[in-house]
């Protein structure tokens, strides 16, 4: 992912303005380390920090049309560029960047070529022949994008916070799915699929289909001019981007350049579930397989690291980011510039463990219709931004919009989890890649039960982190946390820890208002909370928190007297394997 930072209409065009907006830029050098651009036409500067995946060469930004009155910053992918490329006969590209063709499609078609965009992508276009522009942000969110305004009537775009927090008054994230247009003066919904309004669908449910929108949502993010692989947790989501990729890299350009054998990687606690199933998924497909392992301490010495990558203060967030910021470290270490990854899949069939309480179709629906529009503040922000911190580029094939579009048309009553018919979270994608003649996977992994992330990197990295902030918060803190963080209050001392370190690296009221609250189990909606009245005293992130549902569930608790945590519940770990020491602590194995 690369970074992207526009100032337009600061009515300053002087040597002082120019390099401040270098120096804010470099905050995001981090994005993209492989170049750096900036361009500027009178008040209005375009800057970019480039992380090459396609055409290394000769893709630089900003990028330009034919006589460079257009001029455009980006931060994505779009994998469809070579079918628009034979649809603009008449223009002439300047690089072989899958980006390139935004300039063009501009030309064509004004402000209403978003949607020809297939792919994840967040972009700032200006068109100095009557100096307007426009910003858009894919779909779903997978880019990070924020929007801010300066006193002196400027407009700032940024892929993160803190490219632009220190120097506008008000700023806000950038909505999923919108324009944003100087000629309208406010934002514009391009991206309004049917399953928005989150009416019933009733398109019966067919396996096939399922499966074939999947594989080519996985075959076009095979599109790279760079080393990648995929990430590899062992559960059913990773696990069946790694088989169908490892199926179909043979015949792939990318596959000509790197190899046939794919490379996967995966990260927890010594003896976490997560280990142990990712080998065997490793062991069936035949990748090359990097085990990389890190102690709780590990975890907590990089929090404030996270906090101030990742850019929020939710809890579920902040565990999942931590390990995966870890492992991207040592994954670009390799030399590997890309990954490919599982999110979205739980948000689109309900394979939270919370879904299993769902009282019946249409509330099961709305519920992931509200998982998916939330999507941007939560996995996209924690997938982005942990991988983006070491220069690493992690793509998403669940969040595939043509996808998404055959997944949430299934009539819900096929989503719904029926353990008394052998149904369990998530059937409809595990049966559609139960293949007795070609198998995907092996079946205990193929129906193994839903792990969270921060749970399946070991369940003890959740309760020392618990026991490491109780340590540091006091009770008497907590008393007053609703005087000192009147927004979002928090209701732990593991989230009263990460708010005090959120608070120290943004303190401006907008920053703290660009993070959700409300209550979770499970990393439910507050919505669902209201389907199991035993949630209320329960409420955790953590899908442990979703009593009566998984095997290693917490023990419930009594309703609460204090704001103050529940105490640690660990369980033994299995002795580790073999390792060699990299760092004191952290632990490669290949």
Request: glycine share 8%.
């Amino acid at each position: 992912m690369c970074g992207i930072l526009a100032v337009l209409g600061c009515s300053d065009d002087s040597q002082a303005k120019r390099v401040r907006v270098l120096e804010l830029s470099r905050r995001l050098k981090h994005r993209g380390p492989d170049w750096s651009g900036l361009y500027q036409h009178g008040d209005c500067y375009l800057a970019h920090q480039r992380l090459a995946i396609i055409d290394p060469a000769s893709g630089d930004q900003p990028l330009f049309n034919e006589d460079k009155t257009i001029a455009v910053t980006v931060n994505g992918e779009i994998y469809n560029h070579e079918e628009l490329r034979k649809r603009l006969t008449n223009h002439k590209f300047r690089t072989g960047s899958d980006c390139d063709v935004i300039a063009h499609l501009y030309e064509e078609y004004g402000e209403n070529f978003i949607d020809m965009l297939d792919g994840i992508f967040s972009f700032v276009l200006l068109d100095t022949r009557d100096n307007s522009f426009i910003a858009a942000r894919d779909a779903i969110g997978v880019t990070s994008l924020y929007i801010g305004w300066g006193l002196d009537g400027s407009i700032w775009i940024s892929s993160e916070l803190k490219g632009l927090n220190d120097d506008c008054e008000h700023f806000e994230t950038f909505p999923p799915g919108h324009l944003y247009s100087s000629k309208l003066g406010g934002f514009r919904q391009w991206y309004n699929p049917p399953w928005f309004s989150e009416a019933i669908p009733s398109t019966p449910y067919d396996p096939l289909v399922l499966r074939r929108a999947f594989e080519n949502a996985v075959i076009k993010r095979l599109m790279t001019d760079v080393p990648f692989g995929v990430l590899l947790s062992g559960g059913l989501d990773s696990s069946l981007v790694a088989s169908i990729t490892a199926r179909h890299l043979g015949g792939t350009k990318a596959a000509k350049q790197w190899g046939t054998q794919l490379h996967s990687f995966c990260v927890g606690l010594e003896g976490s579930p997560d280990l142990k199933a990712a080998r065997e998924v490793a062991d069936y497909l035949g990748t090359l397989h990097h085990e990389f392992y890190f102690t709780v301490q590990d975890g907590i010495d990089a929090i404030e690291d996270v906090i101030y990558h990742i850019e929020t203060y939710d809890v579920t967030t902040i565990r999942a980011s931590t390990p995966m910021f870890l492992m991207s470290r040592k994954i670009k270490s390799l030399g590997v510039k890309m990954v490919i990854s599982g999110e979205g899949s739980d948000e689109i069939f309900g394979g939270y463990l919370y879904f299993h309480k769902a009282p019946n179709k249409e509330e099961f629906h709305q519920e992931t219709c509200r998982k998916i529009k939330a999507l941007h503040q939560y996995d996209c922000l924690r997938a982005n931004k942990a991988t983006s911190a070491w220069g690493l580029e992690a793509r998403v094939p669940f969040l595939d919009k043509e996808f998404i579009n055959v997944a949430m048309s299934i009539d819900p009553e096929c989503k719904m989890i029926k353990r008394e018919e052998g149904r369990i979270e998530k059937w409809v994608l595990r049966r559609a890649f139960d293949d007795e003649e070609h198998p995907y996977l092996p079946k205990r992994i193929l129906y193994r039960q839903k792990e969270q992330f921060s749970d399946g990197v070991g369940y003890s990295w959740i309760d020392g982190v618990k026991a490491h902030a109780a340590e540091h918060v006091t009770d008497k803190m907590m008393q007053n946390a609703a005087y000192i963080f009147p927004h979002n209050t928090p209701t732990t001392k593991e989230a009263y820890y990460y708010r005090m370190i959120f608070e120290r690296f943004f303190p401006q009221n907008s920053a703290r208002l660009s993070v959700p609250g409300g209550a979770s189990v499970a990393c439910s909606t507050a919505k669902a909370v209201e389907w199991d009245a035993a949630w209320a005293n329960n409420l955790d992130p953590s899908g442990r928190a979703a009593l009566g549902v998984h095997l290693s569930a917490y023990e419930p608790q009594p309703p609460a007297t204090s704001a103050a945590d529940v105490s640690s519940n660990g369980i033994d770990t299995i002795p580790g394997i073999n390792e060699v020491t990299t760092s004191p602590g952290f632990a490669i194995k290949t």
